[in-house]
């Protein structure tokens, strides 16, 4: 098992959720992403990810991602779009595959052409299985998924089970950045289904509303808008671990 897979599983086990922060290249540059992994470190979030599904090059995800390591030990993942969202800089890549996509491209193909630039690189790949349901949002749209409906938890559950027998290590529940939260019932019905550690994201931008994924099964709840809506990140990020840790606290009780 690799360095950052071992962090993250044992932060599971010890914190029983966590709570990573988005950062898109397209929207954020190297500077502003910096104080926001300073924030993110100082509030207990767990690790940064950087990607994003439209206008993101290699040389902004070089950007934010060098200007990140400078200041924060936290493990910097990558979220990758495409293969061009790569970058050396890194600690891991979600390696990850859009299994309720229609086009063979974000299932398999774009994954063949980054593998050889992710070994290269030195990078870890943690194996994902990605699913996006509901409105599915910009991460919807550009990899042609077939959303899976709220009214059909059945359907996840379903392919959340597939993913594990595929033997892939993480499940990541999308609901698309900035729209509504995936509803705990879908959370609920994919937890009692797999063991696999489970993330949420998409629309999570209040401690409420984390917890409440985290309730339902979340073991991994990721906000990206917010942190680009500025404010006073360092207080909002603090209030959404506090809110995590809580509910993470809760599921470790035997
Ligand atoms: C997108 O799930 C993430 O992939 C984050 O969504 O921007 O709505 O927090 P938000």
Redesign the pocket.
Known sequence: MGRVEKYILDNLAERGALHMV?I?PARMNGKEAREVAKAAESAGTAAIMVGGSIGVSEAMVDDVVTEIKNVCGLPVIL?PGTPTNLSRYADAVWFLSVLNSTNPYFIVIGQAQGAPIVKRYGLEPLSLAYLVLGVG?T?GFVSQARLIPYDRPEIAAAFALAAEYMGFRFLYL??????EPIPPHIIQVVDNNVSLPII??????TPNLAGIAVRAGADIV?????V?EGGDILSKLTQMVRAINEEGRRKLKP
Not at 174 to 179: A, D, K, V
């Open positions: 988005l898109d979220f949002g991460v999308e609901g698309g950045s900035g729209g949420v994201g998409g629309g999570i931008r990721i906000t990206g808008t917010i680009e």
